[in-house]
């Protein structure tokens, strides 16, 4: 009976959680190019789609960005981690402390803080500043990620290494790296999600003419969506979905860190 | 050695300066000045004026609201997850994750195509002559649109503190004779705290600065305070007052952050 109760609960909670994503998929279907209207089965968003240039190029953007944004984050937030790992207890305080204010701090505030600074040093607001943007609130993902793995991992095997005759690169490459890797591995992964999901702060550093997927949508909100969006948001739900299933198919030993976002 | 190895905090340490510490800084230097740049405490007054107070008003509300909606949907199921068997709840898990993949504004866009008067519920309910339900452009959707939002972020801290649990604690307290409500109310849910206030925080923040899911679900009657913010900052262009209102927020936000501080000590529900 108890039982009986959960699935139920669940069952619930899915149908509230999927209903939007069923709706957005039958729409990329439907004949009619409102949303109103259910005019007939159509595949030919999916065809236009990869014919429509603005799009495409918004895809670009949104992939590109999220690609450098978690690649740079992640150089960045690791070669923090190592470095803060041995420091005294002020200056950890003090890092801990910057990597929170991106994490707790409004998205809104975090947006408009970031466009205040260009405007004030008179940047050009375009990729780089966006780029910019991202890099910021991706690295804290990574350093939280990274940094529960480095205090895991025990200085002897790296003074271990140092003794037997390695330099220090060397260990740190033979002895660190590989057990802090699951960590660099979540926090790239978690970065790059945030990177392509974010869009207030996009919104209030990008510049005319740049688009992501996100501020795309939105302009696109009070005067209709175009069912091409519809079609491409199904795909990358697809995507997404198959490598969930195959990540969690194989046998592959799981790391506790990892499943934890 | 050990210094050369604090160099490699340097990119992050200029990082942070440059992009998180100094930007928040202009926040400050922007409300506090008016076009001429001379000192003002107009900007942050203005929080009084009659509209803004209201959307601030409302926004509170509102997200209040949806936190507690999200922290009563999110406790049983958060329970549930844990209590299941190590395989099925890892996937469980990612299918609760995984809408977050899908663009958070094609899915807030879905529920107006749902909720519309002639849209997808309301013909449910129509077929089993039910009263059709009226809430697209209320503060009703509004809230809807939160929950559905945020609702991950209330239910994994929970879930997480509750998987981390040590069960023979559970046990021993059905052992010395508690039955389950006991067992609940003075070892798991108290045991859970850290879980809850994080979650509190990650659904109350988001909600109360949100100026996108009132834009696309409450029609452009209903403001909250990240409309207003907003809007001074993309059209009116009035840094100054968009400044000084969100320096209000902000004190809304490191409240919020300070209950959670006090409530949480060892800072162990944070959500990674």
């Known amino acids: 009976m108890k039982k009986f109760f959960s699935r139920f609960y669940i069952a619930i909670i899915f149908v509230f959680l999927y209903a939007p994503i069923a709706t957005l998929i039958v729409l990329s279907f439907n004949k009619s190019k409102t949303r109103a209207k259910w005019g007939g089965f159509t595949t030919k968003w999916y065809v236009e789609l990869f014919e429509n240039e603005i799009i495409m190029e918004a895809l670009s953007n949104t992939l590109w960005l999220a690609l450098l944004s978690a690649l740079i984050a992640t150089v960045i937030g690791t070669a923090a981690c190592i470095a803060i790992n041995q420091m005294n207890k002020a200056w950890r305080t003090f890092f801990m402390g910057v990597t929170n204010i991106p994490m707790l701090n409004a998205d809104i505030v975090t947006g408009i803080s970031l466009m205040l600074l260009y405007l004030s040093f008179g940047m050009s607001f375009g990729f780089s500043t966006i780029l910019l943007a991202h890099i ?4 804290p993902y990574v350093i939280l990620s990274v940094m529960p793995k480095m205090k895991q991992i025990s200085k002897h095997t790296y003074e271990a290494a140092l003794d037997l005759g390695a330099g220090p690169v060397y260990a740190f490459f033979k002895v660190v790296f590989p057990d802090l890797l699951p960590g660099i591995f979540t926090g790239f992964l978690m970065a790059f999600t945030m990177s392509l999901d974010d869009f207030i702060i996009t919104h209030f550093t990008k510049g005319p003419g ?12 009070k005067k209709g969506i175009k069912p091409e969006m519809y079609a491409l948001s199904t795909i990358i739900f697809v995507v997404v979905l198959v490598l969930l299933l195959i990540i969690n198919k194989s046998p592959a030993k799981k790391d506790k860190g990892q499943k934890r976002i | 050695m050990k210094s050369k190895r604090s ?3 340097g990119p992050y340490l200029f990082w942070s300066v440059a992009f998180i510490i100094i930007p928040l800084v202009m926040v400050f230097y922007y409300g506090f000045i008016d076009e001429n740049g001379a000192f003002t405490l107009e900007n942050i007054a203005a929080i009084a004026s009659p509209e803004h107070s209201k959307a601030l008003w409302v926004s509170i509300r509102l997200s209040f609201v949806s936190t507690i909606i999200c922290f009563v949907l999110a406790y049983p199921l958060a329970m549930i997850l844990a209590n299941m068997s190590v395989n099925q709840n890892q996937f469980i898990v990612l299918v609760f994750i995984l809408p977050m993949w899908m663009n958070f504004l094609l899915r807030t866009l879905a529920w107006q195509t749902l909720l519309e008067k002639n849209g997808v519920i309301n013909m449910i309910l129509n077929f089993f002559s039910l009263p059709s339900l009226n809430i697209i452009n209320t503060e009703a959707a509004i809230i809807l649109g939160m929950v559905y939002n945020f609702l991950p972020f209330m239910v994994l ?9 040590d069960r023979d604690v559970i046990n021993a307290a059905h052992d010395l004779g508690a039955n389950w409500i006991q067992t609940f109310c003075r070892i798991i849910f108290p045991l859970s705290i850290p879980g809850v ?5 990650m659904v109350f923040v988001p909600a109360l600065t949100t100026f996108v899911i009132s834009a696309i679900l409450g029609g452009s ?12 900052f993309t059209q009116a262009s009035n840094w100054n007052l968009g400044s000084g209102l969100s320096i209000v927020l902000m004190i809304f936000i490191i409240l919020s952050m300070i209950i959670s501080a006090i409530l949480d000590k060892d800072g162990e529900g944070a959500l990674l």
């Open chain 1, 136 to 139: 910021t609130f991706n690295i």
């Open chain 1, 210 to 221: 740049v688009d992501t997927l996100s501020t795309k949508i939105y302009t696109e909100v």
């Open chain 2, 7 to 9: 160099l490699l905090a």
């Open chain 2, 157 to 165: 801290p929970i879930y997480n503190s509750l998987a981390r649990m």
């Open chain 2, 197 to 201: 206030v994080s979650g509190v925080t």
């Open chain 2, 221 to 232: 009657k209903i403001l909250l305070i990240g409309n207003v913010i907003e809007q001074e």
